[in-house]
């Protein structure tokens, strides 16, 4: 039987027939959704973890106790998992282990595009790129039978495209994995100096094996056309340089793309008068040909930035200009990204602009903050750096300049890495003022469940972690909950706190307008009060408009949420349909 998968669900799919039984992962686009469709899979035990590190260390504990296990991450995500995926290297498995890192060319909702091949160098572990939904199941199988082979954790790497582009997937039985037995092994496991040292003689000696594999595995195979331009390619570049280029050039398709077959590349590059190597981002195995001493044409010809496209790849490859782009004559308007209709982070930022202070902002729907007219965030580096790096701030410039500063953080992106920078604020006697966006889920990403919302990725009832509480064991004193949508009262929070010589905690709660929990009714309209002093445009709903002078709220949009009839000095906007 087949079935049209994306390159996610089919990872899932891959993981599901090779026996996996533990799955712990951090959501985070464009590898979010291979985690939500393992719930389907009843018999594998799947959770959403803290963060990615806390994600790794369960899979890497559930493999030492026997069991093939995954965890699943973008690619900024392993860079927080990066801590265990060093270790493990030396440790090895006991069950397959298999970590997922979806990159994310192009940006499309990421803050940087780092190139995760480096990470496998880096920590000597073998590392599988698929380049569609088919190769996305078997290269996932594939990878836990190498994993127990070798003796390592495997990486599959992922990009946007495959993740979330679908094709046709055979669906096989589930292979019946039994439980390995679990022997106590402190020479494997226990990673003090003086047995790791002895496991790094074991990691160079698999690296050798891992060569000799991949310069003989089917994973890296060879399209002979006929040709004496030869290209080198992995991952989805092969799919968009097969579509370029045709049978017009002979193929290296790289499964296998670390550590790279050294010999069948050689092997592959005497028989050609001209090398291509078309990769993403970084020039990853162009590097690694030239080592070899071999003359390749790569990011000469092809930029280190985005996505390719295969008329990029025909011009730089053929000479030949691709189709062009259809112009359409008519006026499009733009669609920037915003916070949608009734976000209850919109109030927030409202307040935040209106009293003109520097915002250390946070990874999540509330990086739309930054955007016009809100233009509140000054900051955003990675997931938890608000904290830290306001309290960075308050250090640098004193404690008038802390008086015009607060930190915003998501409720999941707190408890993934903004507690330990809210401890170290109290610890080191600091007096900023930290808001929690507590929207009741994790939004960005598409609505999953974290240890704020009481609920399971399986939607089971369990333990709600009380952001109070936890402020209160933290050492903060002055903790304050409110509503971003009664505005003038949270102005006078802000304010308050702010001018406060100590810690202080704004839990700003408000329910994402999406949920289906949430039931807001009727919609809003301008009436005959209105002065036009288009103070409700400062809050850039996407409901609310100037249309030849007039503001007009558009009710195909508009929910009915009343922040704009909250900020309207005139009681000029109204609720209708109730």
């Not at 088919?134 to 190498?146: D, G, I, N, R, V």
């Not at 409110?482 to 308050?496: H, L, M, S, Y």
């Not at 002065?531 to 009710?555: E, R, W």
Request: charged fraction near 25%; include cysteine.
């Amino acid at each position: 039987m087949k079935k049209l998968l994306i390159g996610n669900a089919a990872v899932a799919r891959g993981a599901y027939e090779a026996g996996v039984s533990v799955v712990s992962s951090y959501p985070g686009t464009p590898s979010t959704e291979i985690t939500e469709c393992m719930v389907e899979y009843k018999d594998i035990n799947v959770e959403w973890a803290s963060n990615e590190k806390v994600a790794a260390e369960v899979s890497i504990g559930a493999s030492i106790a026997g069991a093939r296990s995954m965890s699943c991450m973008k690619h900024v995500g392993l860079n927080v998992m990066a801590d265990p995926l060093f270790t493990v290297s030396y440790i090895g498995v006991n069950g397959g282990l298999v970590f997922v890192v979806a990159d994310d060319p192009g940006m499309h909702s990421s803050q940087n595009e780092q190139d995760s091949r480096h990470y496998a160098k880096a920590s000597k572990v073998m590392m599988l790129e698929p380049s569609d939904s088919s190769e996305c199941k078997e290269y996932t199988k594939m990878a836990y039978k190498l994993s127990e082979e070798f003796d390592t954790p495997v990486l599959l790497r992922l990009s946007t495209r495959v993740s979330h582009s679908q094709g046709l997937v055979e669906l096989c039985d589930k292979e019946e994995y039994e439980l390995k037995d679990y022997n106590k092994n402190i020479a494997k496991n226990v990673m003090m100096p003086g047995n790791a040292i002895k496991r790094h003689v074991v990691v160079e000696d698999r690296f050798l094996k891992e060569v000799e594999f991949a310069n003989k595995t089917e994973l890296n195979s060879i399209e002979n056309n006929g040709s004496k331009i030869g290209v080198i390619t992995s991952g989805i570049s092969y799919m968009y340089s097969k579509e370029a280029l045709g049978n017009n050039v002979d193929y290296l398709k790289l499964g296998v793309v670390y550590p790279l077959p050294t010999d069948l590349i050689v092997e592959f590059a005497k028989k050609h008068d001209k090398v291509y190597v078309i990769e993403e981002l970084d020039p990853f195995i162009e590097e690694h040909v030239k080592a070899l001493g071999i003359n390749c044409i790569g990011k000469d010809v092809f930029t280190l930035l985005g996505e390719y496209t295969p008329r990029m790849i025909k011009k730089a490859v053929l000479g030949i200009d691709g189709a062009e782009f259809i112009d359409v004559k008519e006026q499009i308007p733009a669609r920037p990204p915003v916070m949608c209709a009734g976000c209850p982070h919109r109030g927030t930022f409202y307040v935040l602009k209106k009293l003109g202070l520097t915002v250390s902002g946070d990874i999540g729907c509330y990086t739309l903050g930054a955007v016009a007219p809100l233009q509140s965030v000054d900051t955003t580096i990675c997931m938890g750096a608000s904290v830290s790096a306001g309290f960075g701030m308050a250090k640098a410039r004193g404690a008038e300049f802390n008086k015009k500063l607060v930190s915003v953080i998501g409720d999941s992106t707190f408890i993934h890495s903004g507690i330990t920078g809210l401890i170290d604020i109290v610890y080191n006697k600091g007096a900023n003022t930290v808001i929690i966006l507590d929207n009741s889920i994790t939004g960005m990403t598409g609505h999953q469940q974290n240890p704020t919302t009481g609920k399971t990725i399986r939607l089971e009832e369990t333990s709600q972690v009380n952001l109070i509480k936890l402020a209160e064991a933290v050492g903060v004193k002055r903790i304050v909950v409110a509503d971003p949508f009664d505005v003038k009262n949270f102005e006078k929070v802000v304010k308050t706190e702010v001018e406060a010589d100590e810690p202080s905690v704004i839990i700003a709660q408000r329910p994402c307008a999406l949920l289906k929990s949430v039931k807001y009714v009727g919609h809003c309209k301008v009436n005959d009060n209105c002065k036009k002093c288009k103070q409700c445009l400062k809050l850039g709903c996407p409901a609310i408009s100037l249309v030849d002078g007039n503001i007009v709220i558009d009710t195909n949009q508009c929910n009915g949420c009343g922040l704009c009839i909250n900020v309207c000095p005139f009681g000029a906007i109204e609720k209708v349909g109730e």
